[in-house]
């Protein structure tokens, strides 16, 4: 059994039909509205599920944060700065209302860009840049962030840490410490079912890599 000092970091992405012209191989990220809600039913029942929602699509407004505010949940939902506005995307007051109904509103960057790719400007600009329009569009600080593709380094761990982000979420699988700074996460996919969620949530490490080698992965994605 999961011990009680662990939690299971779950990360969202969209919901129900697109608005937007998807990346490549985005669409597995996207599940249904009614599996959706399932989930949200097998989540509520535990206090040790966090919730999280990356790329700042228009489905967290329109369909997570009801859905969230019903169950009386909470979530952090990561936005993409530049895409504020922009049609299948949150809007500014979408990213106000969020914060507003006291869920936690972060920063995924500006243009959902691999940050480990990035030179020093191109850096700034995803964890400055950005985070200072988070700022204005939700009203409130922006403490938190989540590294787009689960990608980073120590390089990027180090700017995330000078510029005082105060929790960091990837995806690397499995349970995280609940006070760890960086923290790992579960992506949930389209073909992932209420029953998978429960399952993970019963024990987040059962159908997964073991705690030894996604320690491993992820010391080594901390000192590349």
């Known amino acids: 059994m999961r011990p009680a000092s662990a939690v299971l970091n779950l990360c969202f992405h969209g919901i129900g039909v697109p608005g937007r012209a ?8 996207w599940i249904g509205k009614d599996a959706f809600e399932e989930m949200l039913d097998v989540i509520a029942g535990s206090a040790c599920v966090r919730i999280t929602f990356d790329d700042g699509n228009a489905s967290d407004a ?16 990561f936005v993409i ?24 509103v972060g920063c995924h960057g500006m243009r959902h860009r691999p940050w480990r790719s990035l030179d020093e400007g191109g850096l700034r600009e995803e964890l400055v840049n950005a985070r200072r329009l988070i700022v204005d569009a ?3 600080p922006v403490r938190e962030a989540s590294c787009p593709f689960g990608a980073y380094d120590r390089r990027v761990l180090g700017a995330l840490r000078r510029h005082g982000f105060s929790r960091v ?19 949930v996919q389209s073909d992932d079912t209420p029953e998978r969620i429960a399952e993970l949530v019963r024990d987040p490490r059962e159908g997964l ?5 996604r320690s491993l992965k992820a010391g080594v994605k901390r000192w590349r």
């Open 81 to 104: 700065a530049a895409r504020c506005d922009e049609p299948g995307s949150l809007s500014r007051v979408d990213v106000r209302e969020l914060a507003r109904s006291k869920m936690t």
């Open 22 to 29: 998807l990346e490549p191989d985005e669409e597995r990220f």
């Open 138 to 140: 939700s009203g409130r």
């Open 169 to 187: 979420y990837t995806v690397d699988g499995g349970p995280a410490r609940p006070d760890a700074w960086l923290q790992s996460r579960y992506t």
């Open 62 to 77: 329109q369909i997570a944060l009801p859905a969230l505010l019903r169950r009386g949940l909470g979530a952090s939902f």
């Open 209 to 213: 890599a073991s705690g030894v080698v």
